[in-house]
Structures are given as structure tokens and as C-alpha cells.
């Protein structure tokens, strides 16, 4: 019935439309009439030989579909919330050194006194993790071809309520004294830190909890923590007392500044005293740092005093606590974003109370270096170090060319 109707229009309409629509055969209009689907006024799908076409989905699967694509989105969403949570950064420094105290001998079966070698010497990763602006993860192992130690390892903890942000910070982390303990090595213009600090803060890190905080428009910053005082060459602390070191530092236009302090002890064995006898382990400091007018021209200084707990074993009836002292200078020009030539002189004295004894004599260092900046991920550094005794120099100078990558 449906068929004839529409036929019977068909037919009669096409009159009316003779100068405007082309001449259509009556089998053509017969097999459109043919797809009309009964009751629901849609054109059924053209037939292709024998083959059946699918049926179209329903309502029901479409909105199935559509809610597992959703919850596939909910997860890749989450996933990817946590991956901007998470920052990776780090470094290696391959390098070679020639050390003029080499010489060619075995004193075991794993050391030798040849200090002429190719090594790695810091190859490290740092992760960080920040769930919210209120906390943060740190963990930062240490690989080279010494071993695997861990540098950084800590957890932060950052109050929302005033300009100071103040952070509590606990694990291991960098003692907050003066300002090349604290400036990463990867940044650093010289192979290795002063003399000064690697004998006083040996490793640069130690053990605690630790509050900081930046205020007055980002002009005054403040650290202080309380630490074992062992730094990180062991993995527990001898005494029950614990050591407090803190720096307060300013940013003032081209000058920033900050002045350091350490108060602790030692519980040091002696020979006579083998449960030990405490020393009183004290450091005080300031330092600077200066970009100067003249283009690409930087200076900066650290100099500080302090008293040092005597070497274990000493006998018992001399030993006493040290009179320590150190500085030094750097001088850095940067030409262009390639080229940075350094300049660095430093001392350090173990004893300035003691003079006639070897052990107290100082020694003064005397080194530069070229850094090439291949690209903004690596650079090459070429230094030289001489270091100078007070009395019976040795020759000890250093070269190192050392190639760094970082991310």
C-alpha cells in the first residue's frame, strides 16, 4: 500500500518539476520506493549483492561504549596527573685527571697510589615528587666508579599561611653553611670544592631536620638545622649531643651575602681514653658573591674560623681541640654564553696556634679553569690546581678535564 502511494507521488509530482529536475526512470524510483523502512519513514540501506550489512548499534551499546572510553580517560587522566607530579633531573661527569704525586704501585689488591685516571666521577639522579605545593619527596642516589652512595634524601614540608613559606625539612640533606656547600656541583666552576670545606664538611651532607624560609620580597633568607654532626661517612652518631648549624643570608641588587654558624662536638677516641672524650667543634663564617659591572664579570668569597676536635687517637694528654681558618676568592668571566674563564685561589690552616708541626702548616691553592658550553646540556672544563705548603712543598699539581651532562 505504502509502495503504490509513493509511486503515485512520485509520478505526479514530477510534472511539476520537469524543467528543473532530471528525467529519473520508473525501476530508479521503484528502488528507492523499495528501501522505505515500514513504520519508522527511513531509507534502508542499499543492498550490495547477497551480503548482509551489520546491524546498526543501539542506544544501549552506543552508551556502553561511551562509558568505558570515559573510564579509560578517568585513568589516563590520573596517570598523567601523577607523571606532572614527578621531575626528573641530573648529571655525569666522566673525566680524566693527572696528579703529579702519582707513582706506579700496588698497596693492595683494589688500591694503587697512581692517581692518572679516567673515571666518573659524580653520575647521579635526582627525583623529585610534589603531590601538592605544601610537600615534597627528594631522593637523589650517587653512582660512580667508587660505589653507590646516597647524596639527598629527604622530605619537605611548606606552611601556606605566610610570605615566608617557612619548610620544615628532614633526612639527609646539605649543611646550610656558607654558600659553596650548598651550590651544587654540577653548577660548580672548579673540579672540587675548597680545601677548607672538604676537610671540614666532609661529603657536604648530613642527618637532620632543618627549618628555612625566604621573606621581605625575597631579600632575606634564613636555614638552621640540628644534625648528628658525623656527616655522612657514617650511618650513626657516637655521642648524645647534637650539632646546630645555620646561615642567614641577604640579596641586595648585585650583592648577596650571608653570615654562618656551627656549634657541636666530637666524641673522639684516644690513646688512653678508648671510650672516647668529647670535643667542642665550632665554625663560624661569612661569604659574598658580587656581579660586577663589567659584563659577564663575577666575584665572590668565603672566609671563616673554627675550632676542630683532635684526630682519633691522639694521646690523651695532649690532645686538644684546633684553631682552624680559611678563605677563598673566585674570579669569573663569562664571554658570550660559551666561553667562562675562573680564576680561584683558597687556604686553609689546620692549626693556626701551631706552626712548627706539619700538620698545622697551611696550604694555599692556586687554580683556573675554561669552560666550553657545547650546548645547553654539556660543557667541557679544562682546570689546573697547585696547591702550595708553607714549609716543604710537594709537587702535587693537578690537571682535569672533566665533559658534564645534564637534564
Known sequence: ??????????????????????????????????????????????????????????????????????????????????LNRLRFSGYIQPQYQHDERSVNEL??????????????RRARVKITYRIRPTSRFVFQPDITTSGAVLKDGYVEYTEPWTQWKHTVTAGQFNWPFGFEIMYSSSSREMPERTRM????????????????????????????AVVNGTGTTQSFDFNKRKDIVGRLGGS??????????????????????????EFDKERQGF????????????????????????????????????????????????????????????QYDPDTDAADSPASWYTRTIGGAYIFHWDANSKVMLAYEKPVRERQDIDDDAVTVRYQYSF
Open 1 to 82: 500500500m505504502k509502495r503504490s502511494l509513493v509511486l503515485s507521488l512520485a509520478f505526479l509530482a514530477l510534472p511539476l518539476f520537469a524543467d528543473e529536475v532530471p528525467t529519473i526512470a520508473p525501476a530508479d524510483i521503484e528502488a528507492v520506493a523499495a528501501r522505505i523502512v515500514e513504520g519508522e519513514g527511513q531509507i534502508a540501506p542499499a543492498e550490495t549483492g547477497s551480503e548482509e550489512r551489520p546491524a546498526a548499534p543501539t542506544i544501549g551499546e552506543l552508551s556502553g561504549r561511551i562509558d568505558s572510553i570515559s573510564e579509560a580517560l578517568a585513568e589516563a587522566q590520573k596517570a598523567l596527573a601523577h
Open 107 to 120: 698497596t693492595g689488591t683494589a688500591t694503587t697510589r697512581n692517581l692518572d685516571q679516567f673515571s666518573v
Open 197 to 224: 670545606y672538604r676537610t671540614l664538611f666532609p661529603g657536604e651532607r648530613d642527618r637532620g631536620v632543618m627549618l628555612s624560609g625566604l621573606g621581605f620580597g625575597d631579600h632575606i633568607n634564613y636555614r638552621i
Open 252 to 277: 641586595f641588587g648585585p650583592v648577596d651575602g650571608g653570615v654562618s654558624i656551627y656549634r657541636g662536638s666530637d666524641l673522639v677516641p684516644l690513646d688512653g681514653a678508648s671510650a672516647g672524650r
Open 287 to 346: 661569604d659574598f658573591q658580587y656581579v660586577t659591572p663589567v659584563p659577564g664579570l663575577a666575584i665572590r668569597g668565603e672566609y671563616l674560623t673554627g675550632r676542630q676536635a683532635p684526630a682519633a687517637n691522639a694521646p690523651e694528654a695532649t690532645a686538644r681541640s684546633s684553631d682552624v681558618a680559611g678563605w677563598n676568592v673566585y674570579v669569573i668571566q663569562n664571554v658570550g654564553v660559551r666561553h667562562q674563564f675562573v680564576l680561584r685561589a683558597d
